[in-house]
């Protein structure tokens, strides 16, 4: 009897160690796959024209050249552009944690007319195509005079046009109870005073992740930096990524790789220090960055 | 304190929407006044644009394709990684990386992935003695290297997931262990009936987005080879941006719109055949 179910016990244990050695096979071959196009482009940037089209491709460029970075943010204006981008990040960032939690607060801690049937709008409109606005937005900008400035692409963030973050910010704002709006109130406390020395202390990991959420995406914004800028000097990082590509002269790959990994690296370096925060949004939110 | 919202909602959202109608029943290149033309550019682009056509079939296809590859693939890892594993956290930012980075980084480094002679996909294929594949130079085989590229960065849902894998009550488990049920049951009769919710709303969101794809087609292709990857929105934005033809293309934008709001109400439809809410469960056993 005991012996039958040790063996059971024994082969059971087999079993799992199998699975479980699968398991991690799967998950390291994929692991693999995902991180294997970074280190290729990593590679890329740090190789010789010539090796760069060397065959059988050498992952290990030896030597290596790392002046290609220095060339990127020296001969061409990439490093302008990565402060072009900054700008816009910090600039649109800050408009849509003031915009939004504005809308957020109002929308859930006050009450004046229309305000469901509006939050069903708001609602809508996050589901609304881009495409639908961009063309009489475009010719909006235009007639203002605006293409080539930076108003057209920070602007409309400081007018909660994204309105996914009032919802996020909605959500958490409902978690702090009305008492506390209550209590201010009684002390002669304004609105805004409620809202700006109780309501967004008290929101900082909330606001953290819709700060970090937007900036993400900001930074890697293509169609609207596309339209309306564009001068050499002006441009967005992730629209001058592109003017690598070159169809008639040939693109320069490895400078191309070269500017890709320093496009990239602030985001990776951002996302290593705060992926708790950040995944943790993404999984309250459902939603993709 | 909501005004600066519905002053954004007014002057970037409603009244851009009205503008847009206006002018997708006009011919307009921005220098001479609009002419008003009533519904022929919806009637040209529905009944004699074959390139239209052919935008909405490759847009089509992609969707039908990569969405559901990457909900399952996402949902699988996610079922992997949802386990007494080490090193959880490693595999969940890698599979994760390259959500954070999508848009033009990643084309740009597909479009060398991908390249016919000197690209790391043939460069492999090589080893195994496979003949190189023009991956973006073939248009029977363009979409194919657009829904790979897709699949690769399945880790965004893969996340979605794991959140919801994580409420799902471990009694449920337990019970269906008594019963005798063996882990591929309960994968499928427990697992995946608890967060239909999470896949629904990953479903209506990839339709939304992948309709939409821009960036990739326009880095990686630029719609080539002939028109094989011409997406819509690429469409639209060669009539706006490179022709001058606002009032065609935002009578594309229209149809775009259309389109997602026509696929997004069927799934909201056929949603209460398969989503399963949890408190129908509560209403019934208690």
């Known amino acids: ?289 | 304190m909501a005004a600066p919202w519905i002053f954004g909602f007014v002057f970037f959202i409603a009244g851009p929407m009205i503008a847009s109608l206006y002018l997708s029943m006009t011919r307009w290149d921005l220098f001479t006044p609009p002419r008003f033309l009533g519904l022929d550019n919806f009637h040209a682009l529905l009944t004699d644009d074959n390139t239209f056509w052919l935008s909405f079939r490759v847009t089509t296809l992609y969707a039908v394709f990569s969405v559901p590859i990457q909900i399952a693939v996402g949902l699988a890892l996610a079922q992997l990684l949802n386990q007494k594993i080490r090193l959880l956290g490693m595999f969940r930012s890698v599979y994760y990386l390259p959500s954070v980075l999508s848009g033009v980084s990643i084309a740009i480094m597909f479009r060398w992935i991908f390249g016919t002679q000197y690209g790391l996909l043939n460069g492999a294929l090589k080893l195994l003695g496979i003949e190189p594949v023009s991956w973006l130079g073939d248009p029977d085989i363009v979409l194919l290297s657009f829904i790979l590229m897709s699949v690769w960065g399945s880790g965004a849902n893969m996340l979605i997931y794991l959140g919801a894998l994580q409420s799902v009550p471990t009694e449920l488990y337990e019970a269906a262990e008594v019963d005798g049920a063996g882990s591929f049951r309960k994968f499928f009769k427990i697992t995946v009936p608890m967060i239909t919710p999470v896949i629904f709303f990953t479903l209506i969101n990839g339709i939304i987005i992948s309709l939409q794809e821009f960036q990739t087609p326009f880095i990686l292709t630029e719609g080539g080879p002939a028109n094989a990857s011409l997406f819509i929105v690429l469409y639209l934005y060669r009539h706006a941006f490179q022709w001058f033809k606002m009032g065609y293309a935002s009578a594309i934008a229209w149809v775009i719109f259309f389109y997602v709001l026509v696929l997004s109400v069927l799934v909201l439809r056929s949603s209460k055949a398969w989503v399963y809410y949890e408190g129908s469960l509560k209403g019934r056993g208690e």
């Open chain 1, 1 to 289: 009897m005991t012996t039958l179910s040790l063996g059971r016990k024994k082969n059971r244990q087999r079993t799992d160690a199998i699975q479980k050695f699968v398991i991690y096979l799967i998950l390291i071959g994929g692991a693999v796959i995902v991180l294997f196009p970074f280190l290729w482009t990593f590679s890329t940037s740090l190789k010789t024209p010539d090796q760069v089209y060397q065959i059988p491709p050498q992952l290990i460029p030896n030597p290596a050249e790392p002046s290609n970075y220095v060339r990127v943010l020296v001969d061409r204006p990439f490093a302008r552009w990565l402060l072009n981008s900054l700008f816009v990040v910090v600039i649109s960032t800050i408009g849509t944690l003031l915009s939004c939690s504005l809308a957020a607060f109002a929308f859930s801690r006050l009450r004046w007319p229309f305000r469901d049937k509006l939050f069903l709008v708001l609602l809508a409109t996050m589901m609304l195509p881009t495409q639908v606005t961009l063309i009489p937005t475009f010719i909006l900008f235009k007639e203002l005079g605006w293409i080539n400035t930076y108003f057209p692409i920070t602007l409309p963030a400081w007018f909660a046009r994204n309105a996914f973050y009032v919802f996020l910010l909605r959500q958490f704002f409902m978690t702090i109870p009305l008492d506390l709006d209550d209590a201010a109130r009684m002390d002669g406390a304004s609105h805004f005073q409620v809202y700006w020395r109780i309501i967004l202390p008290m929101s900082k990991p909330a606001l953290g992740v819709a700060a970090l959420m937007f900036a993400q995406f900001k930074w890697r914004e293509f169609l609207a930096p596309l339209i309306y800028l564009n001068r050499t000097e002006s441009l967005t990082a992730a629209v001058g990524l592109r003017t690598f590509m070159d169809e008639t002269h040939g693109t320069d790959w490895e400078l191309m790789m070269a500017a890709n990994i320093l496009f990239m690296a602030p985001v990776v370096t951002v996302f290593f220090f705060t992926q708790r925060y950040m995944i943790q949004g993404v999984v309250i939110t459902g939603v993709k960055g």
